[in-house]
């Protein structure tokens, strides 16, 4: 019996203590203490108090309470007291971590113990002609229980904060705040209370100057009146975080540009809404991601237009396991369509992204297809089942060297695939049919841009075609952008990795250039161009100003804490096979009209006769089943005369 004892109070201290009996007891590890610890802490207090009061009221002569009938008075004055404790949960805070809103808690409970008191006084008074209490003494007590009640909390997580600090100081990153606005100090409370804590605060800076003689968070101010690395050397900072929303976009990317040139960290955070969830704003802090430094305005939809033309319809999305595939399918079920059909042959991904949709508890009905937009009965009997309103085709092979080598695959997925979902569209009534292309089908210089300018002719001289005869026919629409941030092959996930390994880092030409996007921002303009279409369009989107991929090298480097081609190497390995040093929009002879959207315009582009299209589609499809890669190259440029080979093996077909 003993022994079973013994372990009860084990457990029992365990739990009160927060520690295991595995490692050596340390306030570090400190667990959090039961409430009703902390329930007989503050009744302590209070007892304290009433003690307080009552000698300093006999040392001037009067009487707290009259000594006859004193239990029943204590024992009424305690009861309240422990009442409104549990009215307002004054003990269900966690002591280190008391806040603001923890005094107003024990505000309010003393304030009502006070006036139910007084109210048992004024009744005493009226029946039996003497009172309870002396109001006076009453206030006084309130006062002083207030102030014990809440400096025994202040002085715990005083205690907790600098003994923490002390044995992580070592560890923490020396930061400076850029920013003094109450955002900024949200933040830095934020930062201060974190646990366990990444930065070490040196102080802020305030871009209007004017708050030098001040300080916050007893933290010194710094006039932004030198630049920000002599500022943060001067302080010994080796990071900064970024917390005033009212900078320009301009203006952010200059003071990163700033810092990373001088080997500083730099942090951003989003803006604060959520003001009492401080752990919340610690988790929003992140370092700088390439992304942020686009130079970008923030893209503005037409939700109605887009809502009018999704909502309560079957949509259906090829690729749909792709990276801008899933984006589209992530933003689509935003306007509650009735089905959603996703469709793509590749099943580890497709059913990833079924996963992470399901968990969204949409009203929308998901539906799953592995399918490969090359089978054109099995396509079929998808359109025969879900009759969609809406297809978003994102179906493509995309990389340019691998297309170089496979030019039939190019074909008979690019091309062949988009004619057989364009086809069934058409036959199926689908409303609206929007393709997802490229800057690459631009002058195309390589196999893969050319097959999705096949692509692209086919659909928009088959609306033409049909719309001679038929007004309310599929309206086709092609979309066509450049990069895209973080896409599957994209540069940027690649020179991550690069990084992560150590380097070198490689690039095809220390020239070259590309347009970029964002995923979300690209498929927010396949939505809006895809709305606003009225059919034949090649809508085009404002890819911003070009970025030289050597640039980009460097940017992500530095964001990484890394010295360029000192800790990690720029490799040139030179340009791959159809490789560009720039990309284009519009062809030679293409011009552009603009649309209600300032970042989406309408490609003018010759329109060809649909039936010669298909009849040399046909002929590619014919080169393509036996395998004859000049053949085939031979034939896409007899389609598309601007197709001229750069790099590559089929240039002497040019010639």
Avoid at 173 to 186: K, P, R
């Amino acid at each position: 019996m003993e022994i079973e004892e013994k372990a009860k109070i084990k457990s029992v201290l365990k739990q009160i203590l927060g520690y295991s009996s595995k490692s050596s007891f340390s306030i570090k590890n400190l667990g959090y203490l039961p409430r009703w610890i902390i329930l007989s802490i503050d009744v302590f207090a209070i007892f304290m108090s009433g003690l307080l009061t009552y000698y300093l009221f006999k040392g001037i002569g009067l009487q707290y309470y009259k000594s006859h009938n004193e239990g029943y008075k204590i024992v009424l004055f305690f009861v309240t007291n422990i009442f409104f404790f549990w009215w307002f949960k004054t003990y269900s805070g966690i002591i280190r971590h008391s806040s603001f809103i923890d005094a107003i808690k024990i505000v309010f409970s003393q304030v009502s113990t006070f006036i139910v008191l007084v109210f048992f006084n004024f009744l005493f008074s009226i029946y039996f002609k003497d009172s309870l209490f002396l109001t006076t003494a009453l206030v006084i007590n309130i006062i002083v229980s207030f102030c014990l009640l809440f400096l025994y909390r202040v002085l715990v997580k005083q205690f907790f904060e600098a003994y923490l600090k002390g044995i992580q100081n070592e560890k923490l990153v020396s930061a400076i705040v850029y920013g003094s606005d109450a955002n900024a100090i949200s933040v830095s409370n934020a930062l201060i209370s974190e646990i366990p804590m990444r930065f070490k605060l040196l102080g802020f800076i305030d871009k209007h100057n004017s708050n030098s003689s001040k300080r916050i968070l007893d933290l010194p101010i710094l006039n932004q009146k030198k630049k920000i690395s002599v500022l943060m050397r001067s302080m010994n900072a080796d990071a900064l975080i970024i917390a005033d929303k009212g900078l320009t976009k301009e203006e952010q990317i200059a003071i990163v540009d700033e810092c990373l040139e001088f080997n500083l960290k730099v942090y951003t955070v989003p803006l604060i809404s959520d003001w009492e969830n401080q752990k919340e704003i610690s988790k929003k802090i992140k370092s700088f991601q390439i992304e942020d430094l686009l130079e970008r305005k923030l893209i503005v939809l037409d939700n109605k237009l887009i809502s009018s033309q999704i909502k309560g319809k079957t949509i259906l999305i090829t690729g749909a396991a792709g990276s801008i595939g899933s984006e589209i399918v992530r933003q689509i079920i935003d306007f509650n369509p009735e089905t959603l059909v996703i469709l793509d042959q590749a099943e580890t991904p497709l059913h990833d992204l079924t996963l992470e949709i399901q968990k969204l508890n949409s009203k929308t009905k998901l539906v799953s297809l592995i399918a490969d937009i090359r089978d054109l009965v099995g396509l079929e009997r998808i359109f025969e089942q879900y009759q969609p309103s809406l297809v978003y085709h994102a179906a493509a092979y995309k990389h340019v060297p691998l297309m170089e080598e496979n030019p039939s695959q190019a074909i008979f997925v690019n091309v062949m695939g988009t004619k057989n979902l364009a086809d069934l569209a058409l036959k199926y009534k689908v409303e609206k049919f929007v393709m997802v292309s490229t800057d690459k089908a631009v002058n195309p210089s390589n196999v893969m841009g050319a097959s999705k300018r096949i692509a692209e002719k086919y659909v928009q001289s088959l609306y033409f075609d049909q719309k001679k005869n038929n007004a309310h026919t599929t309206k086709f629409i092609t979309t066509r952008f450049g990069n895209v941030l973080g896409s599957n092959g994209s540069v940027v996930p690649l020179f991550s990795k690069q990084i992560a390994e150590g380097g070198p880092i490689t690039i095809t030409h220390e020239e070259i250039i590309r347009y970029f996007m964002t995923i979300s921002e690209a498929c927010q303009l396949v939505l809006e161009a895809g709305a606003m279409g009225k059919g034949g369009e090649i809508y085009i989107f404002d890819m911003g100003k070009p970025v030289r991929i050597y640039d980009l090298a460097t940017k992500m480097i530095r964001l990484a804490g890394f010295v360029p081609d000192k800790d990690i190497k720029i490799k040139i390995v030179g340009l791959r096979p159809g490789e560009k040093l720039y990309e284009e929009l519009l062809n030679d002879n293409s011009k552009t009209l603009p649309t209600h959207h300032e970042k989406i315009m309408v490609a003018q582009e010759e329109i060809d006769i649909h039936s010669e299209v298909e009849t040399a589609i046909l002929e590619i499809v014919k080169a393509s089943n036996i395998y004859d890669n000049n053949l085939i190259v031979t034939k896409m440029k007899m389609l598309i005369p601007e197709f001229k080979s750069m790099n590559s093996t089929f240039e002497i077909l040019d010639n």
